[in-house]
């Protein structure tokens, strides 16, 4: 869609830089400066205009993007509304509240789009954030933090007086408020407000509007706020549009409120009530988002015929927040906010596997031969760690805390109902946001029925979305294998490697094909919503597969650079089944070799996180066990990175054929 830049300062080449990559071309350009307008004009090979009534008049373009300064918006948007044009402007909408009212009513009765910055809550840091939020970590939020240190702008920005005129609201609040309005719909009232007007002496030119304000908000449903916007606290200080919620489960931190993403984009942190706070690391590659992002969006509705205003909308909410501070601020008084049509947001949590009903404990069935959504990486939960049984609970929250979501347990590690105290406890997500997987162990083949029983009611759940044999072979049954963690070590061997009086292990004699029919007979009862295996090779999982009823949608198997598993993982993508790849990271003399160390270094990542990523670029998911809480965070972040094809070759070129443990 053609478009027009009116402003030609600093924030116009901001969104130019993203033209080259946008389904936009811009035809004129226009500001009062001359210089300005004919350079970007230039660079952009569009006519350039120093009059929008002249541009208007002269150019066709049905997209206006409105540049210029803070307090020259509303007059541009509504020219250029009244001249049929639709509108993407930079923030504020307008300094006030009736007359972004009134731009939105303009638009809507023309049917022109009307959008406005910023974009932030579709950035990748807001957008992780708000998985906490949406997967029910904090519980009911009932109080926020919202900072906005835009700093001393005569200090850092080549063009200050545009902000010293509008004051820190409406140039740094508006990125915690506008979050905040997505989050949790808008607010109802300001209930006590401060504005004063630190500067230094030694600054000529001052706010024309206190330089420091505090507010406390009251949102129509959802947190009290307490909102700081300053001119005075640096821009660089620790909290520059940070924020902050707290809810009766846990904790959610949000560096940087207006971050745009990308490689040095800022990060999220989550703290369960009682815990350290935990970095949330994106499980994707980063990429920042252009400014052009939302003009982009506004022209696709506009070609869709909709016109979109939503943005317009929460903008114009936005702008009554910012009057109504300065209201009770000056009359020292509560101050109600109208809604300008900005309804609570629905809740949008991620469900892995087939999909789900929120609020449904039991998962929607799996149809065989289709391929299960699975998070990138999974998290095991084996308590056994360098040759002897640990206890994992810390490790397990901090993994939820971190942003796993799928959790692989089995009965043999004896921890199941540590794990249900878990996942039952303020903090952790809500069940329809996990990926349970549980394994049956070799001494229950005949008894799948009452392990997988035993199972749902340690975890506290009331179906599993994957059931998996641990091994394809079948040992001597021992009895039900309920808490092993609590018991001495010697009789949890006893139960669950059991041995024929001579030593030899004591096996059963119960056929693959038999302990399969008893595991779809769990799938049919609605207990797991698919069935997998483990340790098995491609003729014995051909074999299955063509006998089974319902197949295996999940296969487990070690796997790492020295044990690829190649075929058997092209076999399974082929047929559309998953493939897990448990003890990754374990292999003997893995994370010491000289090509891992040296791939790793190229992409500055520790060796764990390099083989982790080559994991994952491959379609295996890899559940990596570690008690190092650092570890359990740098793990996760592996999803985050890309091998380089150079790098895969080589790692590749690992392959051991004699490879044994």
């Keep these: 869609m053609e478009c027009a830049f009116v402003g030609c300062g600093a924030v116009a080449r901001k969104y130019a830089r993203g033209l080259d990559a946008a389904a936009l071309s811009v035809t004129a350009v226009c500001d009062r400066d001359a210089d300005r307008a004919d350079a970007l004009a230039a660079d952009l090979d569009a006519a350039a205009y120093t009059a929008l009534d002249g541009l208007l008049a002269a150019e066709d373009a049905p997209l206006l993007l409105n540049l210029t300064s803070h307090d020259a918006h509303s007059d541009v948007t509504e020219r250029a509304l009244r001249s049929d044009r639709h509108v993407w402007s930079e923030k504020p909408l307008a300094l006030d509240a009736d007359v972004a009212r009134g731009l939105v009513a303009l638009a809507e009765r023309r049917d022109l789009g009307l959008g406005c910055a910023p974009i932030n809550h579709r950035c990748e840091a807001q957008r992780h954030a708000r998985t906490a939020l949406d997967d029910g970590r904090l519980g009911t939020v009932r109080l926020a933090y919202a900072h906005a240190h835009v700093g001393r ?273 303020p903090g952790s997500p809500a069940r329809e946001s996990l990926f349970l997987a549980n394994k049956v162990w070799n001494t229950n083949h005949a008894h799948v029925a009452e392990a997988c029983e035993t199972t749902l009611d340690e975890l506290g759940v009331d179906a599993l979305d994957c059931y998996l044999l641990h091994w394809p072979e079948a040992w001597a049954y021992t009895g039900p294998l309920r808490r092993l963690a609590e018991l001495p070590v010697e009789k949890q061997e006893r139960l669950t490697f059991p041995e024929e009086d001579g030593g030899e292990r004591a096996t059963a004699d119960v056929a693959l094909a038999e302990t399969w029919r008893r595991m779809e007979a769990l799938y049919d009862r609605g207990l797991t919503a698919s069935l997998g295996v483990c340790n098995v090779d491609r003729e014995t999982l051909a074999a299955l597969v063509d006998a089974a009823r319902v197949p295996p949608a999940v296969v487990q198997v070690e796997s790492h650079p020295y044990r690829p598993r190649t075929d058997l993982v092209d076999w399974c993508h082929d047929r559309g089944i998953r493939v897990v790849a448990h003890s990754p990271l374990s292999a003997p003399g893995l994370l010491d070799e000289p090509v891992v160390r040296e791939v790793a270094a190229e992409m500055g990542v520790s060796p764990a996180a390099a083989v982790l990523a080559w994991n994952v670029e491959r379609g295996v998911v890899p559940i990596p066990s570690s008690t190092d809480p650092d570890h359990v965070v740098e793990n996760l972040a592996a999803a985050g990175r890309r091998v380089p094809s150079e790098g895969r070759e080589r790692l590749a070129a690992l392959e051991d054929p004699e490879f044994e443990r």
């Design 153 to 425: 702008v005569t200090e850092w920005h080549d063009d200050p007086d545009s902000f010293l005129r509008v004051g820190p609201l409406y140039d740094g609040a508006v990125y915690p408020l506008s979050l905040l309005v997505a989050w949790f719909g808008p607010v109802e009232r300001v209930r006590t407000a401060d504005a004063a007007t630190p500067w230094p002496d030694r600054e000529q030119r001052r706010p024309e509007r206190p330089s420091h304000v505090e507010a406390t908000l009251e949102f129509a449903v959802g947190p009290l706020v307490r909102l700081t916007a300053s001119f005075y606290a640096p821009h660089r200080s620790r909290e520059f549009t940070s924020l902050e919620c707290h809810g009766d489960g846990g904790s959610l931190y949000l560096d940087d409120a207006g971050d745009l993403g990308g490689e040095d984009g800022h990060r999220v942190s989550f703290g369960r009530q009682g815990r350290d706070y935990a970095p949330m690391p994106l499980q994707r590659p980063s990429r920042r988002t252009p400014y052009l992002a939302g003009p982009e969006r506004l022209a696709a509705s506009v070609r869709r015929g909709r016109p979109g205003r939503r943005s317009a909308r929460r903008a114009a909410h936005v702008v009554a927040v910012c009057n109504a501070v300065e209201e009770a601020a000056e009359r020292g008084t509560s101050v109600p906010v109208g809604d300008h049509g900005v309804s609570r947001p629905d809740r949008r949590r991620v469900v892995w596997g087939r999909g789900g009903t929120e609020g449904d404990d039991r998962p929607a069935m799996h149809p065989p031969n289709a391929a299960l959504r699975l998070p990138p990486i999974g998290f095991g939960c084996s308590r056994y760690r360098d040759g002897e049984y640990v206890d994992r609970r810390d490790s397990i929250e901090r993994a939820l805390d971190a942003g796993y979501r799928l959790l692989d347990a089995a009965e043999l590690y004896g921890n199941e109902a540590r794990i249900g105290e878990i996942l039952s406890a």
